[in-house]
T-cell receptor, first 112, second 109 residues
Framework: NAGVTQTPKFQVLKTGQSMTLQCAQDMNHNSMYWYRQDPGMGLRLIYY???????DKGEVPNGYNVSRLNKREFSLRLESAAPSQTSVYFC???????????FGSGTRLTVV | QKEVEQDPGPLSVPEGAIVSLNCTYS??????FMWYRQYSRKGPELLMY????GNKEDGRFTAQVDKSSKYISLFIRDSQPSDSATYLCGRAAGNKLTFGGGTRVLVKP
């Protein structure tokens, strides 16, 4: 099983550029999440989707948008990248909210 | 005050020692707790999950919750070099899972 697949694994953007991080899960999970991880800050929730068709803001949503394309896919978009968005981004999914998250392997994003 | 606080370490122990990790939390709402292990350049993986006070064991791992003190702990017995990783505690309430900053553990052979 692939579990949670994130693409791309690495990306360098210039300030002001836009990009979409892709996430897909093959476990038929209902809930999906986007986190960012920064040194000393732990994992912080950006957006989540408790079920297909719904999305909600997390702790640090500013500068991001999300789309729950279908049950499998949940994308994260940066409309105008800023150096403060340099981070490692993790997508996760769970069968029910907050139980037994499965994480992807992360996308390392650098904004210069 | 952050919802979940965790000492960043690093915590260095010799192989075979007991590793003791702690987190404190600030909210008393109904909630449950979990511990994740994260190897370098990998995503976190779930180790333990508990919602009650007291101890929960799984092999070499024991998770402990003290709701009166708002304290959660993870103990790793007979630690191995393969246990070297960052350990994250998480608190789940409502639709939100909040993580501590993680403690880096190094088990030396």
């Amino acid at each position: 099983n692939a579990g949670v697949t994130q693409t791309p694994k690495f990306q360098v953007l210039k300030t002001g550029q836009s990009m979409t991080l892709q996430c897909a899960q093959d476990m038929n999970h209902n809930s999906m999440y986007w986190y960012r991880q920064d040194p000393g800050m732990g994992l912080r929730l950006i957006y989540y989707s408790a079920s297909e068709g719904t999305t909600d803001k997390g702790e640090v949503p500013n500068g991001y948008n999300v789309s729950r394309l279908n049950k499998r896919e949940f994308s994260l978009r940066l409309e105008s990248a800023a150096p403060s968005q340099t981070s490692v981004y993790f997508c996760a999914s769970s069968e029910v909210p907050n139980y037994g998250y499965t994480f992807g392997s992360g996308t390392r994003l650098t904004v210069v | 005050q952050k919802e979940v606080e965790q000492d960043p370490g690093p915590l260095s122990v010799p192989e075979g020692a007991i590793v003791s990790l702690n987190c404190t939390y600030s909210n008393s709402a109904f909630q449950y707790f979990m511990w994740y292990r994260q190897y370098s350049r990998k995503g976190p993986e779930l180790l333990m999950y508990t919602y009650s006070s007291g101890n929960k064991e799984d092999g070499r791992f024991t998770a402990q919750v003290d709701k009166s003190s708002k304290y959660i702990s993870l103990f790793i017995r007979d630690s191995q070099p393969s246990d070297s990783a960052t350990y994250l505690c998480g608190r789940a309430a409502g639709n939100k899972l909040t993580f501590g900053g993680g403690t880096r553990v190094l088990v030396k052979p």
